[in-house]
């Protein structure tokens, strides 16, 4: 069976996570603060902050952007359904917005026109790892007074005009899960360069505390901490962070690696007319997170058919990305014309993509289409 995804952990990560707990420091500690700092370094931010997940580095986002009650946030609905979540754990409501069908990120001119005077934030989705227009929707942000926040849960090491996702807003939120390019088995990254920002996100996400327990382990003199807000348990572990810096370490390799297969892909399904191939728009790079494929009308088999097909060739495959207002908890949230995106979930497929498959892999995987075509 070929998996969808498989994350590339090797010795030097059970290393790490082994000598970890050996030093008896085991939860957010000195591997956290060096992730921390290597982390920034990658994605060229000033400061970055280690959290349990990325549904909880968008949570934390939310609350320090100051969103709650009554607001709107402008989101996709075509994401994982964690980008809508994060926006009702604050009170405010999610405004689903298309996507464009080149890259299957937000559209501008529809999120524009969703605008209203409870609009908040831009919640701009980087879907697959494929960048979204930051720039664009930096400047709408300025234009009307909103916040841009990142979901680049998929995107580490994307890059967007030539500087790394997460080198360009206030608040970017990366995830480490398994189905990710580096992982730490669950785990998430919030980069910024606002030194206030970055000082709340450290502040909620241990309870509020006024001190943290590695100043108060190293202090000389008793310290007693205070808790100044209603903070959330959010801490990435140190074992975690162990694994993480290693992974970081072998992220570049792990980069030239997917952007090979993906250009395998690209090569040998490019000659097939009823598949769209996805494609990096002018100034963008991807790691690929994600390989999907979209079935145009005239494909001989539909989306279903074709995963079926797959996994009795051995195949693992997933249905194209969701959208979130036809899933059962946002269905009685209101109603919603998003024609682009619900078109893009019901015929694409994601094949699978990941660092250790081979090139006989990927010719299998192509044969399955091929021998449709
Ligand atoms: C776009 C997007 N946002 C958020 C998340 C949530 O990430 P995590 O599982 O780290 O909470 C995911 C995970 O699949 C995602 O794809």
Redesign the pocket.
Same mark, same amino acid.
């Given at each position: 069976m070929i998996p969808i995804a498989k994350p590339y952990l090797g010795k030097e990560e059970a290393q790490a996570a082994h000598d970890t707990i050996l030093t008896g420091w085991i939860t957010q500690g000195p591997k956290v603060a060096e992730f921390e700092k290597n982390f920034a370094e990658f994605v060229g931010s000033k400061y970055a902050v280690a959290v349990s997940?990325? $549904? $909880?580095a968008?949570h934390l986002s939310m609350i320090v952007a100051g969103i709650g009650l009554g607001d709107e946030v402008i989101c996709p609905s075509m994401?994982?359904i /964690? $980008?809508a979540n994060s926006i009702v754990y604050v009170g405010a409501t999610p405004v689903f917005a298309e996507i464009n069908k080149k890259d299957y990120n937000l559209n501008i001119e529809d999120v524009e026109k969703r605008i209203t005077s409870k609009t908040k934030a831009i919640l701009l989705?980087h879907?697959m790892g494929m960048p979204g227009d930051i720039d664009g929707f930096k400047q709408l942000c300025e234009k009307h007074n909103l916040v841009l926040i990142e979901?680049a /849960?998929?995107a580490i090491g994307s890059e967007y005009r030539g500087a790394k996702i997460g080198s360009h807003s206030d608040y970017v939120c990366f995830?480490?899960?398994p189905?990710k390019v580096i992982s730490t088995g669950? #785990? #998430?990254m919030i980069s910024t360069s606002n030194e206030k920002v970055y000082n709340k996100l450290k502040l909620y996400r241990q309870h509020g505390m006024s001190i943290n327990d590695r100043v108060r382990h190293e202090s000389k003199t008793i310290l007693f901490e205070d808790h100044l807000v209603v903070g959330y348990n959010y801490r990435l572990t140190d074992i975690q962070a162990a694994v993480g810096i290693e992974q970081l370490k072998r992220l570049p390799w792990i980069i030239v690696e997917r952007q090979k297969l993906a250009k395998m892909y690209h090569e040998l399904l490019s000659g097939i007319d009823w598949l769209e191939l996805p494609n990096e728009q002018e100034g963008c790079f991807s790691n690929y997170q994600t390989y999907s494929v979209y079935l145009k009308p005239n494909a001989p088999i539909n989306r279903d058919q074709l995963m079926q097909l797959f996994l009795e060739n051995g195949i693992s495959t997933r249905r194209g990305i969701m959208t979130s207002h036809r899933e059962t908890a946002y269905k009685n949230k209101g109603t919603w014309s998003l024609p682009v995106s619900e078109d893009a979930a019901d015929n694409s497929i994601c094949l699978p993509l990941w660092v250790g498959m081979t090139e006989e892999d990927v010719m299998g995987i192509v044969a399955v289409i091929g021998d449709l075509a």
């Open positions: 997940n990325c $549904t $909880t968008l994401s994982y /964690a $980008t989705v879907q979901d /849960a998929c995830s480490f899960h189905r669950d #785990g #998430g």
